[in-house]
């Protein structure tokens, strides 16, 4: 079996969490051949972890090494489009962290760069892989009329699961660089995406292209792309939104938010006339936590609910194998670039609505 060498942009908690964990575990399939972090204390500590030689302070040279087949581009979003289009013309096949981008113009760079390389480019919307979701697709198409359907995640901070579950390696030796930085180019960005707005729109965009992207990148692979936005609303300095989204026949309420509840409340469910779908999330950051899938129908004088919970496996586990198949055997990637394209446009559709 052919071994792919990996190198990581971005060691946050979502590497520690997430991915470092699992490339190691699909050791027969992947090595980690390179790290990259800004903060000097963390890279060394990574490398020691994992046995990893070779380190960079940079990801425009860890995108220079020979050897390596392919990038996770894994850090702050500010600098996605960036890095995957550097892994790019560097010949390396790149999986990106969502969002990918936050504007259309960095998107289009994104896609010329990979066609120009003839490299594969995947997002990560880890919960469309899924497997109680890839059978609720399934399960919808055979549905018939929809009457309605609804797409909600309301949840605690991401800290309130992880401090009970995990150690996350953190340090305070960044460059002095770094924080105006990030600023400028968020500044820049958000500017370009949505125009002169207030700090609360800003994070309504944000939101938006953070959690609420993964909920709506869902929902368009189970019932296809809104006609439109009908209303939309936002309050609480932006940390709560709800809209409407209209489609033929029926609407969908999208609501999400974050608070400071221990709870993570995630789920995409579709009311047919004689069958309803839900499928049922939870906290990625506690890895092996069953993604479910309930339907609730008649038979006769009796309703029947059921739960289905195809396995243990999580999300990010069966994605990864997924990008596996991609670099090796030529698969064409189910989250592509232009894929998450049509999540900016939705982005778009409800900050015109509000």
């Given amino acids: 079996m052919r071994k792919l060498k990996v190198g990581v942009i971005g060691l946050g908690e979502v590497a520690q969490i997430i991915h470092l964990p699992i490339l190691q ?15 000097p204390g963390l890279l060394q500590t990574m490398g020691r972890l994992y046995n990893v030689p070779n380190l960079y ?27 995957a289009i550097a892994a790019a013309r560097n010949k390396k096949h790149v999986l990106i962290e969502k969002p990918m ?23 990560g919307y880890m919960r469309r892989f899924a497997p109680a979701f890839t059978e609720a697709v399934r399960q919808v198409k055979a549905l018939g ?18 401090e009970q579950s995990t150690v996350v390696q953190r340090f305070n030796d960044f460059p002095a660089w770094a924080g105006p930085d990030r600023a400028e180019r968020a500044n820049r960005l ?3 995406a949505i125009g002169e707005v207030s700090p609360e729109y ?16 869902a929902m368009r692979e189970l019932i296809g792309m809104p006609e439109r936005v ?14 409407i989204f209209e489609y033929p026949g029926f609407n969908v309420t999208f609501e999400t938010g974050i608070d ?77 670039p232009e894929d998450f394209v049509e999540d900016l446009k939705i982005f778009q559709m409800i900050m015109q609505a509000l």
Wanted: net charge negative; charged share 25%.
């Fill in 190 to 192: 958000l500017k370009e």
């Fill in 57 to 83: 302070a940079e990801a425009g040279e860890l995108v220079t090494q020979p050897d390596l087949d392919a990038v996770f581009v894994l850090n702050s979003d500010e600098y996605h489009a960036e890095c």
């Fill in 260 to 336: 400071k509840i221990r709870r993570f409340d995630a789920h995409l469910e579709v009311y047919g006339e004689e069958k309803s779908i839900r499928v049922q999330y939870n906290t990625p950051y506690i890895r092996h936590l069953p993604t479910r899938l309930f339907t609730g129908e008649t038979n006769g004088e009796t309703y029947i609910e059921t739960e289905l919970r195809p396995t243990y496996k999580d999300p990010y586990t069966v994605e990864l194998e997924h990008f596996y198949e991609i670099v090796v055997n030529g698969v064409e990637p189910k989250t592509p």
């Fill in 101 to 123: 981008c936050l504007t259309f113009s960095e998107a289009e760079a994104i896609v010329q760069a990979r066609d120009a390389a003839g490299v594969k480019i995947m997002v």
């Fill in 202 to 217: 800003k994070r309504v965009y944000r939101l938006l292209c953070g959690l609420s992207s993964h909920d709506l990148s």
């Fill in 25 to 39: 575990i699909l050791s027969e399939k992947f090595e980690i051949a390179a790290l990259c972090d800004i903060s």
């Fill in 230 to 243: 009908k209303a939309a609303s936002t309050w609480n300095g932006g940390q709560f939104i709800t809209a």
């Fill in 145 to 162: 009329r929809i009457n309605y359907a609804r797409v909600r995640d309301l949840i605690g901070q991401n800290g309130f699961f992880i």
